[in-house]
């Protein structure tokens, strides 16, 4: 057993760095992966995503847990790396679930060129994979449900001209990395409906602050120093709005001159909504993803998918602001700390 484990392990590591390497080739192999068998009985599913311990994801853990419950014998199990949104860590992690073999797979992909391959492997292994929150560049997986993040963009920019209400000014957009899908979809969908609203909003260059909090921070400071007439920040994910919020902290910007928008609903950012250091959030339908996720998984698995059913699965985002935070319907698209 150890030799066979040895084995994979070397061959995914080594089909990895294939993948790494040719992500800018225009070939678009197909997998080599047999129908896999019907199943039925008690199945093991992984829900394996970038970052272990992220509220987004304790959201889509809680959906497809509950989801198992109501089609019985099926157990989720949670798998991810300790930090997130990179092949590199991403990838170990995954082979381990493929030498565990479970019946099935809800895969959120670090990085769509470089996971292709050893997911390939994992498909090739017997395991069925549905893949959620982002996509992968090749239709390998059984279905794909996520989040439309320029439509989410979109969202935010609406929001911010509403709070505008015609005044002139600056807009400063914070984005994660250049070469990030997830979160580059979120600037360029508000960056494209900020434009075309008409509104009298100039947008400053997108800066960059890599997950660092302290960096968005610093950006924000130095960014006011050069354009005191800023009136609007959008930031793509929770790290960029935290930093944003402590670099007006830091500036002593008066809130009521300010509007901050954030990407996503996470306990860190609810909070700073109720207390008004953010003016509104994108709420993406996490729970929902898992629910769904794991309902066509496991009619997969089982052979009962209906007829029709679609590959790619959109789940809608919403705007949440301190009006309407505690309604019952936004209440579900929060971001719990655990499932309880």
């Given at each position: 057993m150890k030799v066979r484990t040895r084995a994979l392990a070397a061959t995914l590591a080594t089909v990895t760095l294939t993948a790494i390497t040719a992500c800018g080739s225009s070939d678009n192999p197909t997998s080599s992966s047999s129908p896999a068998e019907q199943k039925s009985g008690a199945l093991e599913i992984s829900l394996l995503t970038t970052y272990n311990g992220l509220?987004?994801?304790?959201?889509?853990?809680?959906?497809?847990?509950?989801?198992?419950?109501?089609?019985?014998?099926?157990?989720?199990?949670?798998?991810?790396?300790?930090?997130?949104?990179?092949?590199?860590?991403?990838?170990?992690?995954?082979?381990?679930?493929?030498?565990?073999?479970?019946?099935?797979?809800?895969?959120?992909?670090?990085?769509?060129?470089?996971?292709?391959?050893?997911?390939?492997?994992?498909?090739?292994?017997?395991?069925?994979?549905?893949?959620t929150d982002a996509t992968l560049n090749?239709?390998?997986?059984?279905?794909?449900?996520?989040?439309?993040?320029?439509?989410?963009?979109?969202?935010?920019?609406a929001e911010m001209v509403k709070r505008a209400q015609g005044q002139r000014g600056k807009v400063l957009v914070l984005d994660n990395r250049p070469g990030l899908?997830?979160?580059?979809?979120?600037?360029?969908?508000?960056?494209?409906?900020?434009?075309?609203?008409?509104?009298?909003?100039?947008?400053?260059?997108?800066?960059?602050?890599?997950?660092?909090?302290?960096?968005?921070?610093?950006?924000?400071?130095?960014?006011?120093?050069?354009?005191?007439?800023?009136?609007?920040?959008?930031?793509?994910?929770?790290?960029?709005?935290?930093?944003?919020?402590?670099?007006?902290?830091?500036?002593?910007?008066?809130?009521?001159k300010m509007t901050v928008i954030a990407y996503d609903a996470g306990p860190t950012l609810v909070t700073a909504l109720r207390a008004g250091t953010l003016d509104a959030l994108v709420a993406q339908g996490s729970y929902t993803q898992g629910y769904d996720a794991l309902t066509r998984l496991v009619q997969?698995?089982?052979?009962?998918?209906?007829?029709?059913?679609?590959?790619?699965?959109?789940?809608?985002?919403?705007?949440?602001?301190?009006?309407?935070?505690d309604s019952p319907e936004t209440k579900k698209l929060l971001y719990p700390t655990t499932c309880s």
């Open positions: 509220p987004f994801y304790t959201a889509m853990q809680c959906g497809a847990q509950d989801a198992a419950k109501e089609l019985g014998d099926v157990t989720v199990t949670t798998d991810g790396p300790s930090r997130g949104m990179n092949a590199a860590d991403q990838t170990p992690v995954l082979e381990g679930v493929v030498n565990r073999r479970p019946d099935g797979m809800i895969f959120v992909p670090a990085d769509p060129a470089a996971m292709v391959a050893p997911v390939k492997l994992a498909i090739d292994a017997g395991i069925q994979v549905v893949t090749e239709q390998v997986a059984k279905a794909q449900f996520r989040g439309d993040n320029n439509a989410g963009g979109a969202l935010a920019a899908p997830v979160t580059n979809q979120r600037a360029e969908g508000f960056i494209k409906a900020l434009q075309e609203s008409g509104a009298d909003l100039q947008l400053l260059d997108t800066q960059y602050y890599e997950d660092d909090p302290t960096k968005a921070a610093t950006i924000v400071q130095s960014s006011l120093g050069a354009n005191p007439d800023i009136v609007g920040i959008f930031a793509t994910s929770e790290s960029g709005a935290m930093g944003a919020v402590s670099g007006l902290q830091g500036a002593k910007v008066d809130n009521d997969e698995i089982r052979g009962q998918v209906p007829q029709g059913a679609a590959f790619d699965n959109v789940v809608p985002n919403a705007i949440v602001t301190s009006d309407n935070v």
